[in-house]
């Protein structure tokens, strides 16, 4: 890496003219790491001239942070000002990377050198596990009406070498990784790749695996050797800790994702890049879901960074339930990593995380066994080829985000233990959607059950154009392949539409029923018939949001649809 990255003094000089950065001089290296035990800081120092200072009625810095997740758990200082806690505008569950503007007392603002220090001042304990810090990603510090952004890239990681390159640092290494533990929890393979692929995929940095190592115990001698080992192994850099694995976007390669800025702002952006405009087209054919690449559409949901794959906790009596299945399973995908052996693995791991639910009702211990799944699944697909057409996940691959997210799913009703159940859901859920939206590329074998999508997406704040497509893709999936012959029953496609009949305006109510109903005349015409069960489930959904629709609407729609269905349009006359 390069040199700067690990001093704690690194100077930015704004010598320059105000509104311009082109004589920046030693520029901050970003991300800068506030990563270490409770304490930890990280310095920087900023030249202001006494021109510049003299326009500053206000002051405040834009910050993008990535992976706080408690409040209290990152501070600022300014020169000798007293430490602002920044974290509030940054927090979340999950640790998503967040962008917010604190204001700073231009007052604390001096001509030529000024100090910032960013700390980590107490020891963050997430759901059982302890939190080495968080990432700094983007500065900038706005003066009155002038924004100068900070900082320059760190050295890219495909430049990065061993801190020591000899055989026997980097064997030592490897056996710190895969054989040692210090502190008398697992050793690093167990929460990570059994070789420690995925910290050399996404590029965790020599000071983050060294500084974590230390938290387990390590010297700091043993800790640089075992990044030493991970910077050895013949695995591309692709993503970043700070990327969201699988982010779907036209950048989007591999298992790295397309990036952050493939994130869109909100759910209008969504709406405008899918079909042109804010809302849906009035008409819309049954299969115009064909034309979609879930791959590359981008969205506002930010699926999970590869941080929030790693398990909090493992628990050694998971290998020993059900006379050590999962052990045994995970022995035999590691001897021969064949679709039956990933396939038997994942099995085991949901029949163990069920036993712990019914036994014990922690949720949290079964979110990290399927994590910990997920992550050795990873490292399969990894192996089949992240590039492939198929992602790495051929037919009837294990859906690993989709477990993890459903384990997110069912501890959305238990009382405490884990916050924004729902939003978690559905980060995991799309990631699945991107990555294989119906176990072998949308062949209709589905991993993802779609009511239970756009249950987490309604009450995970998604926005009405992002449910709007999960409907329409969701349906579209259902209708196809094994799952087909449900159509006519209350177990097809009719359950998915209750929460776009709740949540979309009037207008797309009515281009959903529309495209509905015509594909329901088609079912009818050709012979098929419809079950009780599904006449209640239709008439459950219009009467759930009827009332919005104008009369004229509701006489149009009534029209359009078959004779069959009409009686179940009878509310809201």
């Known amino acids: ?180 533990a210090r502190d008398g929890g697992p050793t690093c393979a167990r929460c990570h790749a059994d070789s420690g692929a995925d910290l050399q995929y996404y590029a965790f940095s020599d000071r983050s695996i060294v500084e974590r190592a230390m938290f387990h115990e390590f010297s700091r001698t043993e800790a640089e050797d075992l990044a030493s080992y991970i910077r050895s192994l013949p695995v591309p850099a692709e993503g970043r800790p700070y990327r969201p694995a699988f982010q779907p976007g036209a950048d989007n390669h591999g298992a790295a994702g397309a990036g952050l800025e ?77 679709l039956e052996h990933a396939q038997a693995f994942m099995t085991a791991a949901m029949a163990v995380g069920r ?18 799944a997920a992550v050795k699944l990873w490292d399969w697909s990894r192996r089949n080829g992240f590039d492939d057409p198929d992602h790495g996940m051929p037919d009837g691959s294990p859906a690993y985000p989709y477990e993890v997210g459903f384990a997110f799913f069912e501890a959305a009703d238990a009382p405490g233990g884990v916050p924004a159940p729902m939003a978690q859901t559905l980060s995991w859920w799309w990631a699945q959607l991107a990555a294989n939206p119906g176990r072998g590329l949308s062949t209709g074998q589905r991993p993802l059950d779609y009511e239970d999508v756009l249950t987490a997406a309604e009450a995970g704040g998604a926005g009405p154009n992002e449910i709007a497509f999960l409907h329409l893709y969701g349906s579209w999936e259902e209708s196809r392949g094994p799952v087909a012959d449900t159509w006519g029953t209350e177990h097809g496609p009719v359950r998915l539409l209750a929460v776009p009949m709740r949540r979309l305006d009037p207008a797309g109510r009515a281009t959903i029923l529309r495209r509905f109903f015509a594909k329901q005349s088609e079912f009818v015409a050709g012979g098929g018939v419809l079950t009780q069960g599904h006449h209640i489930a239709l008439s459950q959904a219009w009467n759930q949001g009827c009332a919005e629709l104008s009369a004229a609407q509701r006489d149009a729609l009534r029209g359009a649809a078959p004779a069959e269905i009409r009686p179940d349009l009878a509310g809201c006359p």
Do not use: K
């Open 1 to 180: 890496m390069r040199r700067a990255a690990w001093m704690l003094a690194l100077p930015w000089a704004l010598g320059c003219t105000a509104g311009s950065d082109d004589d920046l001089q030693a520029p901050l290296v970003l991300p800068l790491e506030v990563l270490g035990p409770a304490g930890t800081e990280r310095i920087a120092d900023v030249w202001l001239d006494e021109t510049q200072l003299a326009a500053a009625d206000s002051a405040a810095l834009v910050l993008t942070l990535h992976n706080v997740v408690q409040p209290g758990s990152a501070e600022l200082v300014v020169n000798a000002g007293e430490a602002i806690d920044v974290s509030g505008p940054f927090v979340h569950p999950d640790g998503r990377v967040s962008t917010a503007e604190i204001g700073i007392d231009p007052g604390l603002l001096v001509p030529g050198v000024n100090r910032l220090a960013f700390r980590y001042p107490r020891q963050v304990v997430d759901a059982g596990a302890a939190v080495s810090g968080y990432r700094v990603l983007h500065v900038a510090l706005r003066i009155g009406d002038t924004t100068h952004v900070l900082g320059e890239p760190d050295e890219p990681p495909e430049r990065w070498r061993p801190l020591r390159d000899d055989a026997a640092s980097i064997e030592r290494g490897r056996s710190y990784f895969q054989d040692v």
């Open 262 to 338: 493939s994130i869109l702002p909100d759910d209008a952006s969504f709406g405008e890049h899918l079909w042109g405009a804010a809302g849906l087209p009035a008409d819309l054919p049954w299969d115009w879901p064909e034309t979609v690449d879930t791959f590359v559409l981008p969205t506002s949901i930010a699926v999970p960074t590869f941080v929030r794959w790693l398990p909090r906790r493992i628990d050694e009596r998971w290998f020993t339930r059900r006379d050590g299945e999962l052990a045994a399973a995970e022995a035999a995908l590691a001897d021969d990593s064949s």
């Open 355 to 372: 036993e712990i639910l019914v036994e014990e009702g922690d949720h949290l211990a079964r979110i990290d066994l399927l994590r910990y």
